[in-house]
């Protein structure tokens, strides 16, 4: 059986590491079901906050905005029909990559 690191889900794909405090497209153009996030520098009061589609236009949160720890941070399983988007906030930028089907 093959080793997924920090306990990421098996099968899930994980985006190019978010390393700024910016809108980042994680899935585009068809539907994504988020489970997680794994960060390896937390930042400084650095956020993090989940749409389906695009925020900046008709896309919806569909969470709260979390603060960012190290390691994996699983999360309930959230469905993004029109797309995962990732928005980022704070006063230091960390590093995350987002896990997701």
């Known amino acids: 059986m093959p080793q997924y690191p920090l306990n990421i889900p098996p099968g899930a794909n994980l985006s190019s590491a978010i390393t700024t405090s910016a809108t980042t497209a994680i899935q585009t153009g068809r539907s994504a079901v988020l489970v997680g996030f794994v960060a390896t520098n937390a930042g400084s009061a650095w956020t993090v906050q989940f749409y389906n589609g695009d925020p900046s236009g008709s896309g919806v949160a569909i969470g709260p905005a979390i603060t960012v720890t190290a390691g994996f ?29």
Do not use: D, E, F, W
């Open 73 to 101: 941070v699983p999360l309930i399983t959230l469905r993004a029909p029109n797309g995962l988007y990732a928005v980022t906030a704070g006063t230091t930028a960390g590093s995350l990559q987002v896990a997701y089907h």
